[in-house]
Nanobody, 121 residues
């Protein structure tokens, strides 16, 4: 699976962004999808994940109620809608594909290149 993330940018605190991750190659609908992020000087961390059908989702506590992960299997795309953004959300955001729905980074086999999100306070 090849993954291409997009949609990052600079936004003021309280604003919104929607990230997209377009997949190609193997059958997209066979994979659970996740979003991770990595801030400068920090380890990459889990943000959100969605099952093959979209029926199950997981979120890290710090984004619950603000971020929404969704997918469109017909378009081979997964989204991350980010609302009420905070300065601490600033990071490079990565999408990833896994055979299992997981919050664990090492469960993901395929990774996109990352897109920068900067939230100014």
């Amino acid at each position: 699976v090849q993954l291409q993330a997009s949609g990052g940018g600079v936004v003021q605190a309280g604003g919104s962004l929607r990230l997209s991750c377009a997949a190609s190659g193997r059958t997209f609908s066979n994979y659970a999808m996740g979003w991770f992020r990595q801030a400068p000087g920090k380890e990459r961390e889990f943000v959100a994940a969605i099952s093959w059908t979209g029926g199950s989702t997981y979120y890290t506590n710090s984004v619950k109620g603000r971020f929404t992960i969704s997918r469109d299997n017909a378009e081979n795309t997964v989204y991350l809608q980010m609302n009420s953004l905070k300065a601490e959300d600033t990071a490079v955001y990565y999408c990833a594909a896994s055979r299992v729905l997981s919050t664990r980074l090492n469960q993901y086999d395929y990774w996109g290149q990352g897109t920068q999100v900067t939230v100014s306070s």
